[in-house]
């Protein structure tokens, strides 16, 4: 399914194109526009005197093409979103069935109604803080 739609999505970007080059080698309405600035006269050597025709009906095409790929990709898109939507809601599940990790007792705090067996760990510290000098060294640098 992932194939396709990388195949559907690069004929629309290639139909794009050609439609975006259509668009611009048409001849102008009143002698005038873009088509007549990016080589409008180019359509009359290349496709004949009666080009207009033929690149309207391409464009037409054309156009057709990219709406159809277009709506097809995003119909594609939602089905693969809501089958995936359905394996994480199905993951999600699965871990809020699973059982909670229990605390050993050993670390649990003593409540009021159960004597503490076992003093708090003290805290650590820094042995950086708490190293002594060197012996032979008289004190410490200036």
């Known amino acids: 399914m ?7 999505t690069v004929a ?7 439609l975006i080059f259509l668009v611009l080698v048409q001849l102008p309405k009143k002698d005038a526009g873009a088509g007549l600035a990016f080589g409008g006269g180019a359509a009359d050597a290349l496709f004949g005197a009666g080009s207009g025709n033929t ?12 709406f159809v790929l277009a709506l097809l990709l995003g119909y594609m898109e939602e089905k693969m979103h809501r089958s995936n939507a359905g394996e994480f809601t199905k993951g ?14 050993s670390t649990v705090p003593p409540t009021a109604s159960q004597p503490a067996s ?25």
Do not use: H
């Open 2 to 8: 992932i194939f396709i739609v990388g195949l559907l």
């Open 12 to 18: 629309l970007l290639l139909d794009c194109l050609v």
């Open 55 to 66: 690149l309207t009906k391409i464009t037409k095409s054309a156009t057709v093409i990219m």
């Open 92 to 105: 999600v599940q699965e871990k809020q069935s699973a059982p909670s990790l229990t605390v050993p007792p």
């Open 118 to 142: 076992t003093p708090p760990p003290a805290a650590p510290t820094n042995s950086l803080l708490t190293m002594p000098l060197p012996t032979g060294t008289n004190s410490p640098a200036k």
